[in-house]
């Protein structure tokens, strides 16, 4: 990056956000490949739209008190960050992980901006979340966390203001707790919360939605490219709700997914992973992928979850979490000939790694443009909620099909637009950038 302005306005991030370093990656990430954008827009660098769009609108962080089943008071820490709502409300989710702070929900909601930009859904950015750990609580104990954290947030949230949904650690369970909370201390059953349960207003397909739309979008690069999924070998990382209908969707277009993980080991089934069984481990029994190789003959399970990127594939979607594949993993996909990365996880490459990628010419779909579907189904989630009315699944899934085709076709025509054909991460940084730049101009210096 040469252009002075954006130097500085990217000093200015370094030293107001000291001790984040996810947060400069992403926003280090999205000026390097807007820079042509910024260097033919002097009309949005006047409006002070780079300066504005990488502070948050409003930072909460809160205190959560809640007592354990042995009645011990334990206390997290709560975050929501509304980082934007140039096009919308707040949209985002919330993440329940032992290493979440500041530096984690800030990328989360700075990259959310962009990806809810490009479902062409009317959805502004945020991210939330708490340092809690739901691994190895009780239902009960999950349920006084969730509304503990509710009992806060509820002041600052809304269905025409901002609308969580699940992430890491958030699934059905913990919204229906939250969502129950919400409307009791709210006394409005509205659609506030999106991952709801079906009967109480919840969308059709958006458990799927993330893992179906990242094959989705996966499935368009690749033809794009004169490839396709079938009979190809694929490797997902995670076992949690991405992995698990990346697989499944996967699956159905014709490849074989010979490996998933989670955050102790990695299976590998050179027959095909039997989803059925990674899903009663996982969405049943909440237990551990090493479970699979003792009900699955064949089936190896290996310690540690780097090894994963090890095993020889076509296709990898990385489903876990952040800076999961390094540079020396990238390299070491490329040479047992992977040459299609899609992100299901939230920036699950380092910055070595994408550089691996594209300079080895593997086709690489960023997370914000790969795992929209989910956050686009949410979006589908509230048009339902407003209308009071609930489609089909195969209407939300038809909606979403669409959704990531036309995601794909941003991406590709905004690459070439600026000259970097086939660098589908510029074009979604650009794509999804100009429609929030261009409402923030309109809108004044707010
Ligand atoms: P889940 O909680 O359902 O599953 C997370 C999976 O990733 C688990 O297998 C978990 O293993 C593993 N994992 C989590 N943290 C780590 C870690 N630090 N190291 C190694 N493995 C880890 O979450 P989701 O499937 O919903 O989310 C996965 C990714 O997809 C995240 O990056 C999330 O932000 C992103 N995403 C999610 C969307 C959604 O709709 N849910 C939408 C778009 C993106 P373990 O059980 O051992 O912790
Ligand atoms: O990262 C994401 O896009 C999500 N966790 C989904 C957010 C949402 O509001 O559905």
């Not at 490996?259 to 080991?265: E, I, K, Y």
């Not at 190896?300 to 090890?310: A, N, S």
């Not at 080895?360 to 997370?367: D, E, F, K, Q, S």
């Amino acid at each position: 990056m040469k252009n002075q302005y954006m130097l500085d306005v990217l000093e200015t991030v370094k030293k107001r956000n000291p001790g984040e370093p996810e947060f400069i990656q992403a926003v280090t990430e999205v000026f390097e490949t807007i820079e042509p954008v910024i260097e033919a827009r002097p009309d949005l660098v006047a409006a002070g739209v780079l300066d504005r769009i990488v502070e948050p609108e409003r930072q909460i962080i809160f205190r959560v008190p809640w007592v354990d089943d042995s009645g011990k008071v334990r206390v997290n820490r709560g975050y929501r960050i509304q980082f934007n709502s140039a096009i919308g409300p707040y949209k985002g989710g919330i993440r329940l992980h032992p290493s979440v702070y500041m530096g984690i929900i800030k990328f989360l909601g700075f990259e959310q901006i962009f990806k809810n930009s490009l479902t062409t859904l009317p959805m502004g950015g945020a991210k939330g979340g708490s340092d809690f750990d739901p691994k190895g609580k009780s239902d009960a104990e999950v349920m006084r966390f969730c509304q503990s954290f509710m009992t806060e947030l509820y002041r600052h949230i809304g269905a025409d203001c901002d609308v969580p949904a699940g992430d890491i650690g958030t699934g059905g369970r913990e919204i229906g707790f939250m969502f129950g909370q919400y409307k009791r201390l709210q006394n409005e059953f509205t659609g506030v919360l999106t991952g709801k349960g079906i009967p109480y207003g919840g969308s059709l397909a958006r458990t799927q939605a993330t893992g179906y739309g990242l094959c989705y979008f996966t499935d368009e690069m690749l033809k794009a490219n004169g490839k396709s999924f079938q009979g190809q070998t694929v490797v997902i990382s995670g076992s949690g709700n991405v992995a698990i209908y990346a697989c499944e969707k996967a699956t159905e277009l014709g490849a074989k997914v010979v490996a998933v993980s989670d955050s102790n080991g990695y299976i590998y089934d050179a027959n095909g992973i039997n989803l059925d069984v990674v899903k009663q481990i996982k969405e049943v029994e909440r237990g551990r992928i090493k479970e699979y190789a003792e009900r699955v003959p064949g089936s190896v399970y290996t310690e540690g979850c780097k090894g994963i990127w090890t095993i020889p594939c076509d296709i990898a979607l990385p489903c876990a979490t952040q800076n999961e594949i390094d540079g020396e993993s990238a390299a070491i996909l490329v040479k047992n000939g992977c040459y299609a990365v899609a992100e299901g996880a939230n920036m699950p490459s380092t910055p070595d790694a994408i550089n691996t990628y594209l300079a080895n010419g593997v086709l690489y779909g960023p997370a914000k443009a790969a795992n929209a579907g989910g956050v686009a189904t949410s979006g589908l989630e509230m048009s339902q909620n407003s209308q009071r009315l609930s489609w089909t699944f195969e209407e939300v899934d038809e909606k979403l099909h669409n959704i990531m085709k036309n995601i794909f076709a941003a991406c590709d025509s905004a690459a070439k637009t600026y000259g970097m054909e086939g660098n589908y991460m510029a074009g979604a940084n650009i794509a999804g950038f100009l429609k929030v730049a261009e409402a923030m101009k309109a809108q004044g210096c707010v």
